[in-house]
T-cell receptor, first 113, second 113 residues
């Protein structure tokens, strides 16, 4: 069974631009979560989707948004990029969310210059 | 509010020695508990999980962890460390509303010959 796939693996963007990251979950998994990892703040929860509905959202500004499609694939978007958005963005999938284990992708390394 | 504490930022052990990584959590009910490992530039790999039942759980790569409710701890152990175990280890607690993992800051493990 294929794991969680995140594309692209690396991105370099300029301040003020926007970016879209993609996540394909493990087949049969309906919950997709996104996390931001930085050296200073560690791993922080962004949001979680289940059956195309956002069920939970972390403490991030509205510039961070996401969506989930009917095939459970998910995208997250960051608008008006800031230097502080440079991070490793990790996607995790699970069968149904709470009470089930989450499997992570390799992440997308975003660098904002 | 939930919190997860990993008291040791860095740990150095000799190859073949035993290992214990500490994790303490603050949570109002019996939480879902996880240990993940991350190699440089990679995503997170699930080592083991605790949802309920037997408080000693076995994971992959020879790791085990023990849930102690009275101490609010979920320490990770391995009887004999291999050089390939050098990585960053994260303890995480599962939320009750939606699916949001709350991570500790991580413990960096260095294995010496």
């Amino acid at each position: 069974k294929a794991g969680v796939t995140q594309t692209p693996r690396y991105l370099i963007k300029t301040r003020g631009q926007q970016v879209t990251l993609s996540c394909s979950p493990i087949s049969g998994h309906r919950s997709v979560s996104w996390y931001q990892q930085t050296p200073g703040q560690g791993l922080q929860f962004l949001f979680e989707y289940f059956s195309e509905t956002q069920r939970n959202k972390g403490n991030f500004p509205g510039r961070f948004s996401g969506r989930q499609f009917s095939n459970s694939r998910s995208e997250m978007n960051v608008s008006t990029l800031e230097l502080g958005d440079s991070a490793l963005y990790l996607c995790a999938s699970s069968i149904q969310g709470e009470g089930t284990e989450a499997f992570f992708g390799q992440g997308t390394r975003l660098t904002v210059v | 509010a939930q919190s997860v504490t990993q008291p040791d930022i860095h740990i150095t052990v000799s190859e073949g020695a035993s290992l214990e990584l500490r994790c303490n959590y603050s949570y109002g009910a019996t939480p879902y508990l996880f240990w993940y490992v991350q190699s440089p530039g990679q995503g997170l790999q699930l080592l083991l999980k605790y949802f309920s039942g037997d408080t000693l759980v076995q994971g992959i790569k020879g790791f085990e962890a023990e849930f102690k409710r009275s101490q609010s701890s979920f320490n990770l152990r391995k009887p004999s460390v291999h050089w390939s175990d050098a990585a960053e280890y994260f303890c995480a607690v599962g939320a009750t509303s939606g699916y949001a993992l709350n991570f500790g800051k991580g413990t960096s493990l260095l294995v010496t010959p």
